[in-house]
């Protein structure tokens, strides 16, 4: 792999497990909405939180190990690595809001309410931190050219 995807790939990673701990914290923990799966009964849906967290938390490690990496090489790019991390956390947060919530019907943002600001909300969240991400992968492109 080359120097610009690893900090890609390491922004990335630390971008869904940023995400990932914010909705499971958030929402999963303090707020007591939802959990990752809500088919079934609440020890299911805290076990599902459980691996859930799991895997944001070894997507975080994996992050900062790479990135440890690039810093120890001399090959770590803030704005390549930060327009990797906005991406992914956007992405992360418009596949739940869209496919977990509308698609599977996993589980919602929160029940027994109208659901339309907070669809609204999420999705436009999740949009302007893969616009903020793109623009930094795509000015980091022409920076490297340059």
Same mark, same amino acid.
């Given at each position: 792999m080359?120097? +610009?995807?690893?900090?890609?790939?390491?922004?990335?990673?630390?971008?869904?497990?940023?995400?990932?701990?914010?909705d499971?914290t958030?929402?999963?923990?303090?707020?007591? $909405?939802?959990?990752?799966?809500?088919?079934?009964?609440?020890?299911?849906?805290?076990?599902?939180?459980?691996?859930?967290?799991a895997?944001?938390?070894?997507?975080?490690?994996?992050?900062?190990?790479?990135l440890?990496?690039?810093r +120890? @090489?001399?090959?770590?790019?803030? @704005?390549?690595? $930060?327009?990797?991390?906005?991406?992914?956390?956007?992405?992360?947060?418009?596949y739940d809001?869209?496919?977990?919530?509308?698609?599977?019907?996993?589980h919602?943002? +929160?029940?027994?309410?109208?659901l339309?600001?907070?669809? $609204?909300?999420?999705?436009?969240?999740?949009?302007?931190?893969?616009?903020?991400?793109?623009?930094?992968?795509? @000015?980091?492109r022409?920076?490297? @050219?340059?």
């Open positions: 080359t120097s +610009r995807s690893n900090n890609i790939l390491s922004g990335a990673l630390l971008g869904l497990g940023i995400a990932a701990f914010a499971e958030i929402f999963h923990q303090l707020l007591h $909405w939802h959990h990752f799966y809500d088919k079934s009964t609440p020890a299911v849906g805290l076990i599902s939180d459980g691996l859930f967290h895997v944001s938390f070894f997507a975080t490690v994996a992050s900062l190990y790479l440890s990496t690039l +120890r @090489r001399g090959d770590f790019h803030p @704005r390549t690595w $930060w327009g990797g991390l906005l991406t992914m956390a956007g992405v992360f947060q418009l809001g869209t496919v977990q919530h509308k698609v599977m019907g996993l919602q943002i +929160r029940y027994d309410v109208d339309t600001a907070y669809d $609204w909300t999420w999705n436009i969240i999740a949009a302007l931190l893969i616009a903020a991400g793109v623009a930094l992968l795509a @000015r980091s022409v920076a490297v @050219r340059a």
